[in-house]
């Protein structure tokens, strides 16, 4: 008997054929309904478009304006999630019918004041935002804010509403790089109504923040001019305003918002006679000294000189507490100096020996953060303190130099092995050189 | 000195093809070689000492050879030193180099040592190559020559798998993308590049793999097939006039030792698998073969792939035709007086066009 000759029965092959022919013109069949699925599931936005009148009328229009809300939308985040036209505006989105306004729940353009209603009818219930992970305190907190007040309480229309930030269809989620509450563009959202002088000029408001946002370190952290500095941890303008409970920092209040980022020098602060100062009178607040939108790179020269902001724009010259401010300078700046000297040596080190010096550069690490730490605890305005921190560094960059010293000391003892080796090679060739030639020469003589 | 000669005993009622006769021929001529080995082996000493060091005409021909063979036991012994403190995992390889070069009594002289050993070592490999192909036409044994090119391959090896070994930027990523360029063959390259890597990635396999390749299975064969190409050469392996062999090898240490401290072997970073480097650049004796590759990716910048194959195919053709070199070069005898002009032309040519190559690749 053959192998496997039980497949090649003759009663089995009219079943297989049977089937085979009737699953061939099934199979397209089948296909075409995997394809239509696959797409319709693909699709939803397509879907829709199809099904929403709205949207198939508004994409079709000839006239921009109208046009306009539809394509916006369909590039907001509410597109993905299926947060459709009747969401806000209400209406039948399935009637083919021009919508009324009043008829089937139409309102056509929501006012102002009904706005963050609408908004809130969804981002305030925590079920439906939960899925999403979106807080959904921001009613609350906008209620509570000077535009809240203001539009609810006045129904004044010149504050922002939800959609003056967040744009009613344009609405991207905040990491999406052309939003305009993206962390890099919030400055330039806000400046839109704070830089318009005619709509500042009721209130009494500056108009300059913007510019002078700009020119200020962390502002020019935020607009990535300055390298190795991450523009996410500097703050724009709800870094130290609050996001939806937009308002200026109260008085006592000028201090936590500094605080929420700058720890170290708070903590030096409240070693200090300001923190007492500032409890009792209200002053010394951060912002006396390092200014506010416009915050420069902080430098020790802020305790010489009479200038705004400076020491002696407060304290005359003679006084202890400017002579205390004019030593601190002394000290930060003697230590920078010596950092820089020792950050030459290592440059010099590697030009000359062409050696490895990444240990070297990871000590000298540590003694740029203690000169940090140090500049930090002159908040303080304790000399001992920054005189301790300092004394660290210095320990650290004795270390270094002598490393440094030792490496030099190295090539020059390599050097001279060497002389020495090359000297003993030299005295044994002429000495074996001067043997094979005498050898020749006597075998020569023998021959 | 006088020979005594022993005859074999004879015995005359035997007659010379029976048994016993040939028993005791036998026995004679044993007994004669004894003696004569005793002879030899008493006056030898002496003569042969003076034998090895008669000074003769010196000769580079006869030299380069021979500073190959030395600088091959000096790389041997600062290998065995090194390999004392080398641990040739990917998490220890460089910091194990690092701890011979930094905090080693003359650690750095070894390391430095072994690393100009291996560039002088293939310097004078070349420069013999070049020399015996210019006087190939007077190759008396085929079996050398073959050996050679292949003793040159090997070194081409252990040169390769050593640059891995401390584990750096750059030996992590040249040896990536040399293992990369067999994947470019078809069928069998991948397996190829995954038989040498040990997987798909240059990981701890590769170094393991290599580090075995670099100090036992390379070298042992190395020592097998010189060893082969020196008796094939007809050459003994204790060499006439030590002495001039002893000066070479001062001369090598001197030079050696001076490189080692004036360039000594420094510490680059360490090996980054997340973090490509832009310019990979091969050790110089290979960066002939590195410009090939570049020209042939310049001629057709679409098929990257062929050109890689090509470039391959190029390479194995040349060792092949190299290798069998001798079988179509006609010896100088007779008529054949135009052989040696050729030869050298030839040869001239081939190390200009491999110069260039060089500086070239070295340049771009």
Same mark, same amino acid.
């Given at each position: 008997?053959?192998?496997l000759?039980?497949?090649?029965?003759?009663?089995?092959?009219?079943?297989?054929?049977?089937?085979?022919?009737?699953?061939?013109?099934?199979?397209?069949?089948?296909?075409?309904?995997?394809?239509?699925?696959?797409?319709l599931?693909?699709?939803?936005?397509?879907w829709?478009?199809?099904?929403?009148?709205?949207?198939?009328?508004?994409?079709?229009?000839?006239?921009?304006?109208?046009?306009?809300?539809?394509?916006?939308?369909?590039?907001?985040?509410?597109a993905?999630?299926?947060?459709?036209?009747?969401?806000?505006?209400?209406?039948?989105?399935?009637?083919?019918?021009?919508?009324?306004?009043?008829?089937?729940?139409?309102?056509?353009?929501?006012?102002?004041?009904?706005?963050?209603?609408?908004?809130?009818?969804?981002?305030?219930?925590?079920?439906?935002?939960?899925?999403?992970?979106?807080?959904?305190?921001?009613?609350?907190?906008?209620?509570?804010?000077?535009?809240?007040?203001?539009?609810?309480?006045?129904?004044?229309?010149?504050?922002?509403?939800?959609?003056?930030?967040?744009?009613?269809?344009?609405?991207?989620?905040?990491?999406?790089?052309?939003?305009?509450v993206?962390?890099?563009?919030?400055?330039?959202?806000?400046?839109?109504?704070?830089?318009?002088?005619?709509?500042?000029?009721?209130?009494?408001?500056?108009?300059?923040?913007?510019?002078?946002?700009?020119?200020?370190?962390?502002?020019?952290i935020?607009?990535?001019?300055?390298?190795?500095?991450?523009?996410?941890?500097?703050?724009?303008?709800?870094?130290?305003?609050?996001?939806?409970?937009?308002?200026?920092?109260?008085?006592?209040?000028?201090?936590?918002?500094?605080?929420?980022?700058?720890?170290?020098?708070?903590?030096?602060?409240?070693?200090?006679?300001?923190?007492?100062?500032?409890?009792?009178?209200?002053?010394?607040?951060?912002?006396?000294?390092?200014?506010?939108?416009?915050?420069?790179?902080?430098?020790?020269?802020?305790?010489?000189?009479?200038?705004?902001?400076?020491?002696?724009?407060?304290?005359?010259?003679?006084?202890?507490?400017?002579?205390?401010?004019?030593?601190?300078?002394?000290?930060?700046?003697?230590?920078?100096?010596?950092?820089?000297?020792?950050?030459?040596?290592?440059?010099?080190?590697?030009q000359?020996?062409?050696?490895?010096?990444?240990?070297?550069?990871?000590?000298?690490?540590?003694?740029?953060?203690?000169?940090?730490?140090?500049?930090?605890?002159?908040?303080?305005?304790?000399?001992?303190?920054?005189?301790?921190?300092?004394?660290?560094?210095?320990?650290?960059?004795?270390?270094?130099?002598?490393?440094?010293?030792?490496?030099?000391q190295?090539?020059?003892?390599?050097?001279?092995?060497?002389e020495h080796?090359?000297?003993?090679?030299?005295?044994?060739?002429?000495?074996?050189?001067?043997?094979?030639?005498?050898?020749?020469?006597?075998?020569?003589?023998?021959? | 000195?006088?020979?005594?000669?022993?005859?074999?005993?004879?015995?005359?009622?035997?007659?010379?093809?029976?048994?016993?006769?040939?028993?005791?021929?036998?026995?004679?001529?044993?007994?004669?070689?004894?003696?004569?080995?005793?002879?030899?082996?008493?006056?030898?000493?002496?003569?042969?000492?003076?034998?090895?060091?008669?000074?003769?005409?010196?000769?580079?021909?006869?030299?380069?050879g021979?500073?190959?063979?030395?600088?091959?036991?000096?790389e041997?012994?600062?290998?065995?030193?090194?390999?004392?403190?080398?641990?040739?995992?990917?998490?220890?390889?460089?910091?194990?180099?690092?701890q011979?070069?930094?905090? #080693?009594?003359?650690?750095? +002289?070894?390391?430095? !040592?072994?690393?100009?050993? @291996?560039?002088?070592? %293939? =310097?004078?490999? /070349?420069?013999?190559?070049?020399?015996?192909?210019?006087?190939?036409?007077?190759?008396?044994?085929?079996?050398?020559?073959i050996?050679?090119?292949?003793?040159?391959?090997?070194?081409?090896?252990?040169?390769?798998?050593?640059?891995?070994?401390?584990?750096?930027?750059?030996s992590?990523?040249?040896?990536?993308?040399?293992?990369?360029?067999?994947?470019?063959?078809?069928?069998?390259?991948?397996?190829?590049?995954?038989?040498?890597?040990?997987?798909?990635?240059?990981?701890?396999?590769?170094?393991?793999?290599?580090?075995?390749?670099?100090?036992?299975?390379?070298?042992?064969?190395?020592?097998?097939?010189?060893?082969?190409?020196?008796?094939?050469?007809?050459r003994? #392996?204790?060499?006439?006039? +030590?002495?001039?062999? !002893?000066?070479?090898?001062? @001369?090598?240490?001197? %030079? =050696?030792?001076? /490189?080692?401290?004036?360039?000594?072997?420094?510490?680059?970073?360490?090996?980054?698998?997340?973090?490509?480097?832009?310019?990979?650049?091969?050790?110089?004796?290979?960066?002939?073969?590195?410009?090939?590759?570049?020209?042939?990716?310049?001629?057709?910048?679409?098929r990257?792939?062929?050109?890689?194959?090509?470039?391959?195919?190029?390479?194995?053709?040349?060792?092949?035709?190299?290798?069998?070199?001798?079988?179509?070069?006609?010896?100088?005898?007779?008529?054949?007086?135009?052989?040696?002009?050729?030869?050298?032309?030839?040869?001239?040519?081939?190390?200009?066009?491999?110069?260039?190559?060089?500086?070239?690749?070295?340049?771009?």
């Amino acid at each position: 008997m053959r192998p496997l000759s039980f497949l090649r029965k003759p009663q089995l092959r009219p079943a297989a054929a049977a089937l085979a022919s009737s699953l061939l013109p099934i199979l397209p069949l089948l296909l075409f309904l995997i394809f239509i699925m696959a797409t319709l599931l693909d699709c939803q936005i397509s879907w829709a478009i199809q099904k929403n009148t709205c949207l198939s009328c508004h994409l079709g229009s000839s006239k921009h304006e109208l046009a306009r809300c539809a394509q916006q939308w369909l590039k907001s985040a509410h597109a993905p999630v299926s947060v459709c036209c009747e969401e806000c505006h209400g209406g039948n989105p399935t009637s083919s019918k021009a919508p009324i306004i009043g008829k089937e729940g139409f309102i056509g353009s929501p006012s102002k004041k009904q706005i963050p209603g609408l908004c809130s009818r969804c981002h305030d219930d925590p079920l439906y935002m939960r899925k999403y992970d979106i807080r959904i305190d921001e009613e609350n907190q906008y209620k509570n804010s000077v535009h809240g007040q203001q539009l609810l309480n006045n129904n004044n229309q010149d504050v922002a509403s939800c959609v003056d930030c967040h744009d009613s269809h344009d609405i991207r989620k905040p990491d999406d790089p052309q939003s305009k509450v993206n962390h890099q563009n919030i400055a330039d959202t806000c400046a839109r109504c704070h830089a318009d002088r005619n709509l500042m000029k009721p209130y009494g408001l500056p108009t300059d923040q913007l510019s002078k946002y700009k020119k200020s370190y962390h502002g020019q952290i935020v607009y990535q001019q300055i390298e190795r500095k991450n523009p996410r941890l500097a703050p724009s303008c709800p870094g130290c305003h609050g996001i939806h409970s937009g308002k200026p920092a109260g008085v006592s209040e000028v201090a936590e918002a500094c605080n929420n980022c700058h720890l170290n020098c708070k903590r030096y602060f409240q070693k200090s006679i300001h923190s007492l100062l500032l409890k009792k009178n209200r002053k010394p607040r951060c912002i006396d000294c390092h200014g506010y939108h416009d915050i420069p790179i902080p430098s020790e020269e802020l305790f010489a000189g009479k200038a705004a902001s400076h020491c002696g724009a407060c304290h005359p010259p003679e006084s202890a507490e400017y002579q205390c401010g004019l030593r601190l300078r002394a000290l930060i700046k003697q230590a920078k100096r010596e950092a820089a000297l020792t950050q030459s040596k290592i440059n010099q080190l590697k030009q000359d020996l062409d050696l490895d010096i990444s240990s070297l550069n990871l000590k000298m690490d540590d003694v740029t953060e203690n000169l940090k730490q140090a500049v930090k605890a002159t908040h303080s305005q304790d000399i001992q303190i920054v005189t301790q921190i300092i004394t660290k560094a210095r320990k650290i960059m004795n270390t270094i130099d002598q490393r440094i010293d030792r490496c030099y000391q190295e090539a020059r003892q390599r050097r001279e092995w060497l002389e020495h080796m090359l000297l003993f090679i030299s005295a044994s060739f002429a000495l074996i050189a001067y043997q094979r030639s005498r050898l020749k020469n006597k075998l020569q003589d023998i021959h | 000195m006088k020979v005594r000669r022993i005859h074999p005993p004879h015995h005359i009622h035997d007659s010379p093809d029976s048994p016993a006769v040939q028993e005791n021929q036998l026995q004679g001529y044993d007994n004669l070689y004894k003696n004569k080995k005793e002879e030899t082996s008493s006056q030898s000493m002496a003569a042969a000492l003076r034998q090895c060091l008669k000074p003769e005409p010196v000769r580079w021909s006869s030299c380069s050879g021979w500073i190959i063979f030395h600088l091959f036991w000096i790389e041997g012994i600062s290998g065995i030193l090194l390999l004392l403190y080398y641990r040739p995992t990917v998490s220890e390889a460089y910091e194990s180099i690092q701890q011979i070069t930094n905090n #080693l009594h003359y650690g750095w +002289l070894i390391r430095g !040592v072994h690393m100009w050993g @291996i560039h002088l070592l %293939i =310097l004078s490999l /070349l420069l013999h190559f070049w020399q015996q192909l210019a006087q190939i036409y007077r190759l008396a044994w085929k079996s050398t020559w073959i050996l050679g090119i292949i003793l040159m391959i090997l070194i081409g090896v252990i040169g390769t798998s050593g640059h891995l070994l401390p584990w750096t930027q750059g030996s992590y990523w040249a040896t990536t993308f040399l293992t990369q360029l067999s994947a470019a063959v078809p069928l069998v390259g991948e397996p190829i590049k995954i038989l040498i890597r040990g997987g798909n990635e240059v990981s701890q396999m590769t170094l393991s793999r290599f580090f075995a390749l670099h100090i036992l299975i390379a070298p042992l064969l190395f020592i097998f097939l010189a060893l082969g190409h020196i008796f094939s050469a007809r050459r003994s #392996l204790i060499p006439a006039d +030590l002495l001039l062999h !002893v000066l070479i090898v001062i @001369i090598l240490t001197g %030079i =050696l030792f001076s /490189l080692a401290t004036l360039y000594p072997a420094r510490m680059a970073q360490k090996a980054d698998p997340l973090n490509s480097i832009l310019n990979i650049k091969p050790e110089w004796y290979f960066m002939a073969s590195y410009e090939v590759f570049q020209l042939l990716r310049k001629i057709s910048p679409e098929r990257q792939n062929v050109s890689i194959i090509f470039g391959i195919m190029l390479h194995i053709g040349i060792f092949l035709l190299l290798g069998l070199l001798p079988f179509f070069v006609p010896s100088q005898q007779g008529e054949n007086t135009w052989i040696r002009p050729l030869t050298i032309a030839l040869t001239a040519a081939g190390l200009l066009i491999f110069l260039a190559l060089t500086l070239l690749g070295a340049c771009s």
